[in-house]
């Protein structure tokens, strides 16, 4: 069970009984669904919001009404907050008062007759192969660090995993004799992804070179270990990420994740079958995978305005 968000000075200032129904609200999350730490730690930080706003109206989460609901979300959207974060804003409320309602906490449900805000759904930002084959060439893979930062490198973008899975990778879960890695995505969901010659051979040279190197004789469950001889984290890979974006000459926002769309992006380029990437992916619904058309479009588009005499 998830433990309870350290006592933060946004959790100080909610209303203690708030802080007590958001915990059991997050706990049957975690056992009803088995969502991630990352999606129940934005729920809680949604409500704690909500809960700081009615608090300073004499009001705890149980006793608000739909016209409350409606005037906390205008606020933030009248501070600057984006139209799809209110989008989530409003989700996260949905999901905890039917909790509520299911636990007898509440008789009605409050959000029952708010619309959701209409929106065009954003393109993901995705990488051309160049910017891939540039950025994978930066590491310096003559010190451990720097082979370990490629291996990563290249099986993110051979396999699409998630940043989460990719770092929580361990030893039980990767076949390299087979070439596939196994992989418990979000729900639980188990899936096998195949990761290719390239990735293979990286993260061969890697355990074989560098990881015990890292780990200076000590042990570690985890694949891809630090300095600290600690497997490494999300926000240490993404921070190296970002450094090895800017050395790689790439200008656009990128994250663990923009390799995960390069990897969906450039199978659909190449002709994937959608639910093929869907199931790699690990995508619950194949409409999720379905923006993936949509990149490849766009970039016929950009290819044709570039480079047609009448484009």
Same mark, same amino acid.
């Given at each position: 069970?998830?433990?309870?968000?350290?006592?933060?000075?946004?959790?100080?200032?909610?209303?203690?009984?708030? =802080?007590?129904?958001? %915990? *059991?609200?997050?706990?049957? &999350?975690?056992?009803?669904? /088995? +969502?991630?730490?990352?999606? !129940?730690?934005?729920?809680?930080?949604?409500?704690?919001?909500?809960?700081?706003?009615?608090?300073?109206?004499?009001?705890?989460?149980?006793?608000?009404?739909?016209?409350?609901?409606?005037?906390?979300?205008?606020?933030?959207?009248?501070?600057?907050?984006?139209?799809?974060?209110?989008?989530?804003?409003?989700?996260?409320?949905?999901?905890?008062?039917?909790?509520?309602?299911?636990?007898?906490?509440?008789?009605?449900?409050?959000?029952?007759?708010?619309?959701?805000?209409?929106?065009?759904?954003?393109?993901?930002?995705?990488?051309?192969?160049?910017?891939?084959?540039?950025?994978?060439?930066?590491?310096?893979?003559?010190?451990? =660090?720097?082979?370990? %930062? *490629?291996?990563?490198?290249? &099986?993110?973008?051979?396999? /699409? +995993?998630?940043?989460?899975? !990719?770092?929580?990778?361990?030893?039980?879960?990767?076949?390299?004799?087979?070439?596939?890695?196994?992989?418990?995505?979000?729900?639980?969901?188990?899936?096998?992804?195949?990761?290719?010659?390239?990735?293979?051979?990286?993260?061969?040279?890697?355990?074989?070179?560098?990881?015990?190197?890292?780990?200076?004789?000590?042990?570690?469950?985890?694949?891809?270990?630090?300095?600290?001889?600690?497997?490494?984290?999300?926000?240490?890979?993404?921070?190296?990420?970002?450094?090895?974006?800017?050395?790689?000459?790439?200008?656009?926002?990128?994250?663990?994740?923009?390799?995960?769309?390069?990897?969906?992006?450039?199978?659909?380029?190449?002709?994937?079958?959608?639910?093929?990437?869907?199931?790699? &992916?690990?995508?619950?619904?194949?409409?999720?995978?379905?923006?993936?058309?949509?990149?490849?479009?766009?970039?016929?588009?950009?290819?044709?305005?570039?480079?047609?005499?009448?484009?």
């Amino acid at each position: 069970m998830p433990d309870a968000e350290a006592r933060t000075p946004l959790v100080q200032r909610c209303a203690a009984v708030d =802080v007590s129904i958001v %915990d *059991r609200f997050a706990d049957a &999350l975690w056992m009803e669904n /088995g +969502l991630s730490e990352n999606t !129940l730690a934005a729920y809680r930080r949604d409500l704690y919001r909500l809960s700081m706003w009615l608090k300073r109206r004499s009001l705890t989460l149980t006793e608000a009404a739909s016209a409350d609901l409606l005037q906390f979300l205008a606020a933030q959207y009248g501070d600057g907050r984006a139209l799809r974060s209110s989008a989530r804003l409003l989700s996260s409320m949905r999901r905890f008062y039917r909790f509520l309602v299911r636990e007898g906490r509440r008789g009605d449900d409050p959000t029952a007759d708010i619309l959701s805000p209409k929106m065009d759904r954003p393109l993901p930002y995705s990488l051309s192969e160049a910017d891939v084959e540039a950025l994978l060439e930066v590491p310096d893979v003559r010190h451990p =660090v720097g082979l370990r %930062d *490629r291996a990563m490198l290249e &099986l993110l973008y051979a396999s /699409g +995993l998630r940043v989460s899975e !990719l770092v929580g990778l361990v030893h039980e879960q990767v076949n390299l004799r087979q070439g596939v890695v196994r992989v418990v995505g979000k729900g639980g969901k188990e899936r096998l992804v195949p990761l290719g010659d390239e990735a293979v051979n990286w993260l061969q040279r890697y355990l074989g070179e560098a990881r015990e190197a890292l780990l200076k004789a000590n042990l570690c469950e985890q694949v891809f270990v630090s300095r600290k001889a600690v497997g490494i984290s999300r926000q240490a890979f993404w921070y190296r990420l970002r450094q090895y974006a800017v050395r790689a000459g790439i200008r656009g926002p990128l994250s663990p994740h923009t390799l995960r769309h390069a990897f969906a992006t450039h199978l659909v380029n190449h002709g994937a079958d959608l639910r093929v990437v869907q199931m790699l &992916l690990g995508h619950s619904d194949l409409s999720t995978t379905q923006i993936y058309t949509h990149v490849a479009r766009e970039r016929l588009k950009q290819l044709h305005q570039t480079h047609h005499p009448r484009g």
